[in-house]
């Protein structure tokens, strides 16, 4: 039963339907769920209201399900059949690929409503990198449609051509011969018409012995079904049709395709649903951080801030104002998966292998929880997405289910069972009757990820825990910030370490920067406080780099210089900068960045037990911990009420409450 048939209950019923299973197949998209079935509720009961088609736009990082969700939406309330997905970022996808097809489809569908996807929508910038305004026939197209839902249909030239040399060659074989049509087939004069006919390249192939002798030649079958959809289902139908007439009406009626092959053709989709989807790097910048040490928990909580006001400063980086403006309000952000959705992901993979084997080989498959903390610290790369899972549980797990079942078979006793679990660098498989092992077998694991991941207690890593310490002291200490992590080993060997806040302010204040200068160069007056300056390493070129460009924006930029205004000494084509002929920019950058220096050596040495404890446990392990670090402060810092870390009220708003109660106190008297 197709959608439109459906009573407007029904048509509730299958939404909410599909609602639920959604929601029990993609992880984490609760929300995002609701929002597009939501979004498409006016479009599904009632499409033929519509002026201009519904448009629902899905941004988000890679792997985080938003073609997959749409693809399975679509078959759950029977749109399958009625759904044409278009990868932008194809280069396959020409402007005349997707007119094809879309001519097609309303061809095929006229009235009904379909259901469109422009996938990988970046792609169709409008503006270039450097701000160039770019143009394609393609992305044309594409926002016509996303306008009206109609663009113009351009006359085939071949077709009008061919209809114009066969309407040439009749009437000339019919002015100058004693041929008779009657029913489309010649009854008189076959032998001239078959010879005049044939002169024209055209129509060669259109007459053998055996054929009987049309008046109209055959390949207009095609031409005229083309042309009159409506009126022509079929080629068939127009062959009917041409074998009710004679010449002159065929003539006529040929003269009347003619000029309708020649006017201008709508293509309306006006009815239709489009589904933008894309990844907009300049909303969800960590899209950006390929590392698997990088914390899940707080990308998503970073991610959790973006808005539709974000998305749109994004889109203006690629698109004019005017196209942003067509694509509607309707923005869904689809989050970055949290730890323990990655959890539930791998561990709703595991039971459908586990279904899937029961239900195909009768063998009762299970996996112990190191399996699912193996495939997670394996497969998780936190702005990738749920792709590296799925092929890591593909990998190690599904790969090896052919061997384990054909082992099963093998051996195969009454009421056994199997059971997976890691042991060292082995997949052990234990093959039970009951709970006695009576066969098994381990698969060795080439995991990568574990291997740089495990600690090497070597000179590198303790000069990197070393230097983390220091970050993480001075983060602690002056800003009262508690990291979410710290590593002193990661799976990318020319990196070293890191240590990872989760900032709760966007905005910085002028008080702060000695404090967070300070925290940059924390790593340099750690290695100089425990190796001696002349052993400093090459590792705070990043942070140096950090340090001197956020000075400098917070002087130039921001208005902390002792004048505010914007300075600009470089670009002198721009007559609206501020110069600063005498470098007070640089004089006082120095400044900072010195006395932030020794802000960073004083408090390492203030807080040197603590700091110590934080290295020695890094020279070890590869990671901290929030809640190990919180720990270590709350044993060894020394003056540091440890509550601090828990409040993010810097006091701006009981300051301005305070100001404004005495102002009223001054108007009162």
Request: with cysteine.
């Amino acid at each position: 039963m197709a959608p439109k048939q459906l009573s407007l209950e029904d048509k509730q019923i299958l939404l909410d339907q599909a609602s639920e299973t959604l929601k029990k197949e993609f992880i984490g998209l609760n929300r995002v769920i609701d929002e597009i079935v939501n979004g498409i509720s006016g479009w599904f009961m009632f499409p033929h209201l519509q002026t201009s088609p519904a448009i629902i736009n899905a941004w988000g990082i890679t792997g985080t399900g938003k073609s997959s969700l749409i693809r399975r939406l679509a078959q759950l309330i029977r749109f399958d059949h009625r759904f044409f997905p278009f990868d932008l970022g194809d280069e396959s996808e020409s402007y005349w690929g997707i007119r094809r097809i879309l001519t097609q489809t309303f061809e095929t569908h006229l009235d009904d409503p379909i259901i469109m996807v422009f996938d990988e929508f970046q792609h169709a910038r409008t503006i270039s990198e450097n701000g160039y305004e770019l143009r394609s026939s393609a992305k044309n197209l594409i926002w016509q449609l996303l306008d009206t839902g109609k663009f113009p249909l351009e006359p085939n030239h071949s077709f009008v051509i061919n209809i114009i040399e066969t309407i040439r060659r009749l009437e000339y074989i019919v002015d100058h011969t004693d041929v008779k049509v009657k029913n489309g087939v010649v009854v008189q004069a076959k032998k001239a018409f078959r010879e005049e006919i044939q002169l024209d390249s055209l129509y060669k192939n259109e007459y053998y012995e055996d054929k009987p002798l049309y008046f109209a030649p055959p390949f207009l079958e095609r031409i005229i079904q083309l042309t009159l959809p409506t009126t022509f289902r079929t080629e068939s139908e127009v062959r009917m049709h041409l074998n009710t007439m004679d010449a002159m009406q065929t003539l006529n009626f040929l003269q009347s395709i003619l000029n309708r092959a020649q006017k201008p053709k709508y293509i309306d989709l006006s009815r239709s649903l489009i589904f933008i989807s894309g990844n907009l790097d300049e909303a969800f910048r960590i899209s950006g951080d390929l590392s698997p040490d990088r914390d899940a928990d707080s990308f998503a909580n970073q991610t959790a801030k973006i808005n539709i006001t974000d998305i749109k400063v994004a889109l203006q980086k690629r698109f004019r104002p005017e196209q942003i403006a067509r694509l509607g309000n309707t923005h869904i952000i689809y989050p970055v998966f949290n730890a323990s959705q990655y959890a539930e992901i791998i561990s709703q993979k595991l039971e459908s292998i586990r279904n899937f084997i029961w239900q195909s080989e009768n063998i009762n498959l299970e996996f112990d929880l190191s399996i699912n903390r193996f495939l997670y610290d394996e497969g998780v790369f936190p702005s990738q997405g749920v792709r590296p899972v799925i092929s890591s549980i593909r990998h190690y797990i599904e790969a090896h289910l052919g061997r384990i079942c054909t082992e099963w078979n093998r051996i195969k006793e009454k009421d056994n069972h199997i059971f997976m679990e890691i042991e060292g660098n082995c997949i052990r498989v234990d093959f039970l009757l009951h709970t006695l092992e009576i066969h098994q077998i381990k698969i060795p694991l080439h995991n990568k990820i574990h291997a740089l991941r495990q600690s090497k207690r070597d000179d590198f890593q303790a000069v990197t825990a070393v230097h983390e310490a220091g970050h993480v002291v001075c983060n602690g200490i002056l800003l009262k910030q508690l990291p979410v992590v710290v590593y002193s080993q990661t799976t990318n060997e020319k990196n070293g370490g890191f240590m990872l806040n989760d900032q709760g302010y966007t905005l910085q204040f002028q008080n702060e920067i000695l404090p967070r200068l300070a925290v940059f160069l924390g790593g340099i007056a750690a290695e100089e406080f425990v190796f001696g300056k002349e052993n400093i390493s090459t590792g705070s070129s990043g942070d140096i780099q950090k340090a001197t460009r956020m000075v400098l924006d917070m002087l130039r930029e921001c208005g902390m210089h002792s004048v505010p205004v914007f300075i600009n000494n470089c670009d002198e084509r721009m007559n609206y900068h501020f110069r600063d002929p005498e470098h007070t920019v640089e004089k006082q950058t120095e400044i900072l960045m010195t006395k932030a220096h020794q802000l960073a050596r004083d408090t390492i040495a203030e807080q040197s037990q603590l700091f110590f404890h934080i290295a020695d446990y890094l020279s070890d392990h590869h990671k901290l911990g929030k809640e190990e670090i919180r720990d270590l402060f709350t044993r060894h810092a020394v003056n540091f009420p440890i509550e601090q870390f828990d409040n993010k009220d810097k006091g701006y708003r009981s300051v301005l409450k305070k100001k404004v109660l005495e102002r009223k106190e001054i108007y009162a008297n």
